[in-house]
């Protein structure tokens, strides 16, 4: 290390109180963190890309500093998929400061990390005061038993109305309108479920009825409608 002349000619003083970092809450825990090893926690969080054009929805499940695991949603743009398969290969594995300063491809990735980084460091995840945070494969949970993320995708005009097109729930199949022509619930179909048949052997049309659902007052519509094509 080196010292200018004016720091060398200077005399000592004593350092006089001690101030630790303020303790933060991790897993269950009040921890004073000083190295990065200190920190632990669950949380999820979103970035954006520079032009604004799509989204990350980026979940961390940090253990003792290294990333144990990452789930890496993406929308609005058709090369952030792209990006996002490359990412999970990158951060599991990573240290949280590694992974802060790796370029994860896509801006909006690097934006949802960096969000990350400071709601971890903080204290402030989903796992704060958790004993033990949460398990390894914690992050599929939001996705449910098809293993999707949950999309909503609504259209409107004001010639036109609106469209529902994606819920949670799955890919709308049909709008049901009341006399008055509102809507008033939707059938949808579970594409996530329908796969699943398919691949356990059901035929398509099979797969199809029993992916099948509706929410709403299905029942006492008038009329139903494709929301893609009418």
Not at 25 to 41: C, F, L, M, N, R
Not at 138 to 151: P, T, Y
Request: net charge negative.
């Amino acid at each position: 290390m080196i010292y200018t002349t004016e720091v060398q000619n200077m005399c000592p003083v004593a350092k006089g109180a001690k101030h630790d970092p303020a303790p933060i809450p991790e897993e269950g825990k009040w921890v004073y963190a000083k190295e990065i090893s200190d920190i632990s926690g669950f949380t999820h969080g979103i970035g954006w890309c520079a032009p604004q054009q799509g989204c990350c929805k980026l979940s961390l499940n940090v253990k003792e500093g290294i990333i144990e695991e990452a789930l890496i949603e993406t929308i609005g743009c058709s090369g952030m998929t792209h990006s996002a398969a490359m990412a999970a290969e990158i951060l599991q594995g990573k240290t949280i400061l590694e992974a802060l300063n790796t370029d994860l491809v896509c801006d909006a990735i690097n934006v949802a990390m960096r969000e990350l980084f400071l709601q971890i460091v903080y204290g402030r995840t989903q796992s704060a005061f958790s004993d033990d945070g949460l398990s390894i494969g914690a992050g599929l949970e939001d996705l449910g038993k098809g293993l999707r993320s949950q999309v909503g995708t609504m259209y409107g005009t004001k010639a036109k109305g609106v469209r529902y097109l994606e819920m949670a729930e799955g890919y709308v199949t049909e709008l049901a309108l009341d006399a008055d022509d509102q809507v008033i619930g939707y059938k949808f179909v579970s594409l996530g479920k329908m796969t699943d048949f398919i691949k356990n052997g059901d035929d398509p049309n099979t797969a199809w009825e029993k992916a099948s659902g509706s929410y709403g007052r299905v029942q006492d519509a008038v009329k139903f409608i494709d929301p893609r094509k009418e």
